[in-house]
């Protein structure tokens, strides 16, 4: 990311982020490091990819980039100013929305779904009581789930159910930037289909910003217009989607590509073996 | 060969406000020794349902029933408690659709395999330890020998998964039923998790019912597949003949959907028009009927279509398919 764009309104950077957790084991104490001096930046209508190996520290860094977590080094800018007190990470959170990697613990259990989703309109004051209802009942045929949704508990749900209810819920409050992590894993490729269809629309239609975290490749071509690839708390290599995938320069990101199941590609193995 | 289980018309229906909702329609499958069977299918289709009867664990408010759900000449639905504890963990094991609830966060992941290997076998907790150590390895959980020592919560959604996946691997089951046990893993250890498994089906006789929206992964790990939609199956058979021509127009929909490496924005993936309906909105008709584009007026509104023969093995539930052996979609 050159400095020109960094320091531009609306943009979200993470400059050289270092995480330590230290983990007490049987007495003694020892540091694990997550994240290595990752820098991150995307820019308005700019759809940024994270992948890399499980257990790099994609789900640290994003955690970091909203202020779930505290970094051991490093700073989280946003618009071009650190966010450094509360206040500021209060602003930051009224524009930026993180989807959790887990769809199962991130919904309370005994709120209803309806209430769930009507909550931060309620929080952040953005419409009249009255408008409540109709407004949950449209962002859930958005992400493709029947209204009548809004009456269920979240233990009536199924996975991919509930992780379009979470995506549903950040977006009620029509966010600048998304984080998502892992949402699209868990659902059917039609309904995928359109969760990415409604992504774009939206970095069409209001500049919505993404960091899209993910183990598919597939998806992450598809979707993203950088990819950044990271490996043991460190980014290996990053560019842009075509030209990563294309040309992949680090022996890891061509690990990963080799390893994509292609239902084409395994019926034609299968054909070969016949 | 004599299939080691075989699920015989099973139904899973939640009490509703207007009457029974059924999520489980009248579903039969089996599975011999050594072979693996993919679900795939609609989110909400109600493959996680299906794979919990299997466990005799289903939510306390679905009522399920079957003619017959035979398990090594057994009926599962007339085992008593007792004789669950021997088959659950044991005989059949689950990898759970989500690995947080599988593992207890007060635990670490030592202590939980070992108390899950001692559960079911008489050893002495270093042999149990150093079974962990090997199912962990086999999972491709990282330096287990230390990292073991690890609470759930200091690892990642994908090494709380390969937790699991060792905790179902823990006492040599001669089923494993995983439920998108590979979802949150990246695809180099998901390619080595699904190489393990079919390691295993072929050393130890091991069935495997394995839950994937991943149509390629259900090329490479499947022998069957069974493609649900709304509660009902709509299309079975051999995974290699099914996904060469498949013939159910929601399968072709699927298939039409799924992003490959070649996939790019200017040739927008097309997901399937329409939504699913509710649960329970299905009336007498076929599931499919309100997003297809080739129903069979006068048909499909009230009938439910019986299976018809695509190829050797390869059955599909459509009355199209039946009528002229079209296929629909392109
Ligand atoms: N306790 C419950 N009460 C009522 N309905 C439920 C309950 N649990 C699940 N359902 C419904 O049953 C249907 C089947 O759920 P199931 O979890 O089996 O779906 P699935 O095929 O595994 O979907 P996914 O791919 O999203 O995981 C869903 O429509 C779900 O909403
Ligand atoms: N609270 C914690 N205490 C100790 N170690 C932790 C903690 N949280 C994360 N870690 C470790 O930090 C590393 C990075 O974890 P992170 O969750 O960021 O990975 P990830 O890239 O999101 O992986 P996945 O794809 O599996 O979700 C892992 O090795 C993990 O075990
Ligand atoms: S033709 Fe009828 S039975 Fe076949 S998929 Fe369409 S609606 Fe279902
Ligand atoms: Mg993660
Ligand atoms: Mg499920």
Known sequence: ?????????????????????????????????????????????EIVGLVGESGCGKTTLSRIMIGIEQPTQGEVRYGGKPVADRADWAALRRSVQYVFQDPFTALCPTMRIGKALAE??????????????GKVARMLEMVGLHPDVARRMPNQLSGGQRQRVNLARALMVEPKI???DEIVSGLDVSVQAQVLQLLLDLKQRLDLSLIFISHDLRVIRYLCDRVLVMYLGEIVEQGETASVFDNPRHDYTRTLLAA??????????????? | M???????????????????????????FSLEAGRSLVIAGESGSGKSMACQTLLGIAPGSARVTATRIGWRGRDLQKLSQE???????????????????????????????VDAVRAHRRCSRDEARARAVEVLGMAGFPDAAQRMKSYPSELSGGLRQRVAIALALANAPSLI??????????????????????????????????????????????????????????????????????????TRGLLRSAPTLKSSRDNPLVPIPGQPPQPGSIGGGAPFRSRCPVSVAGVCETARPGWSEAGPGHLVACHRFAQDGRRGLP
């Open chain 1, 1 to 45: 990311m050159n400095a020109a764009v960094s320091t531009s309104a609306g943009v979200l950077e993470a400059r050289n982020i270092v995480k330590t957790f230290s983990v007490r084991r049987e007495g003694r104490t020892r540091e694990v490091r997550a994240v290595n001096d990752v820098s991150v930046a995307v820019a308005p209508g």
């Open chain 1, 260 to 274: 994509i199941p292609d239902h084409s590609r395994a019926l034609a193995a299968m054909a070969d073996n016949a």
């Open chain 2, 83 to 113: 004789d669950w504890r021997g088959v659950r963990g044991a005989e059949i094991a689950m990898i759970f659709q989500d690995p947080t609830a599988a593992l207890n966060p007060l635990i670490t992941v030592e202590h939980q395999i």
């Open chain 1, 178 to 180: 998304l984080i998502c």
């Open chain 1, 120 to 133: 931060p309109l309620a929080i952040h004051g953005l419409c009249a009581p009255s408008e409540r209802d």
């Open chain 2, 2 to 28: 004599e299939p080691v289980l075989s699920v015989e018309n099973l139904s899973v229906r939640f009490p509703g406000r207007a009457g029974d909702i059924t999520v489980v329609d009248d579903l039969s």
């Open chain 2, 177 to 250: 039923i995983a439920d998108e046990a590979t979802t949150n893993l990246d695809v180099s250890i998901q390619a080595q998790i699904v190489k393990l498994l079919r390691e295993l089906q072929k050393k130890l006789g091991m069935a495997l019912i394995f839950v994937t929206h991943d149509l390629g992964l259900a090329a490479e790990i499947g022998d069957d597949l069974l493609v649900m939609y709304a509660g009902h199956a709509v299309e079975y058979g051999p995974a290699r003949g099914v996904l060469a021509d498949p013939c159910h127009p929601y």
